[in-house]
């Protein structure tokens, strides 16, 4: 499916959270939060995209490298990584820091490793603004786009208004109101305001509940 009008990509959200809504502890420690069973299904997500994103915080606290990693005889093609990094905090060293990664900044482009490294118009917080990356992104026929997080990358796309769908890991644990969120503030402050969303599936994972939602 693709997103309403054809003029940006269809942006999927896939988050891995604690049942509290947590995707990591309050020192940041995040791997792994879900199990064996979610991780493949991830992984067989990242297959269906087009493009990976994520934002520096996570380069920085997990050093990923977003490719789809699938069982034997299971046809996958590695997505396009993208990395929100306004300030260029990308290390050069990084596993994302290799031809195939593309890393939007807001200032004037440096090099950092083997990626490509893309300038794009800032929003009111100086941050990379998510029309622009959709449109840069929209240019280089990405048609499908899974936004992995953080929180506060989450937390943008959702404000934007272009969350197409969300595929959310819960594992059966706690973390706590001073654990890190899935999503970040939405300073919402009446209900008839928050973004709303249909429950497509919910399905056991392993240990972990797999919910698949569709935007209303």
Known sequence: MSAPGGSR????????TSLDGRI????GESQWITGPE??????????????????????????P??????????????????????????????RLAVAGTLILTTREPQPIGGAEVVQ??????????????????????????????GGRVAAAFVLAGVVDAIEWFRAPMLLGGDGRPGVANLALAR??????????????????????????
């Not at 990591?24 to 020192?27: I, L, M, R, V, Y």
């Open 191 to 216: 209900l008839v305001n928050a973004p709303k969303f249909k429950r497509l599936a919910v399905e056991p994972v392993g240990d972990d509940l797999w919910e698949r939602y569709e935007r209303l």
């Open 65 to 94: 490298r977003l490719t789809a990693r699938v069982p034997e005889g299971e046809t996958a093609v590695d997505p396009l990584r993208v990395v929100l990094d306004s300030r260029q905090r990308t290390p050069p060293f990084a």
């Open 24 to 27: 990591g502890t309050s020192t």
């Open 120 to 149: 794009v118009a800032a929003d009111a917080a100086g941050r990379c603004a998510v029309p622009a990356v959709l449109s840069l992104l929209h240019e280089r026929e990405v048609k499908d786009l899974m936004v992995e997080g």
């Open 38 to 63: 979610a991780r493949l299904q991830g992984h067989r997500l990242r297959a269906q995209a087009d493009a990976i994103l994520v934002g520096v915080e996570t380069v920085l606290a997990d050093d």
């Open 9 to 16: 990509p269809r942006v999927t959200l896939k988050i891995a």
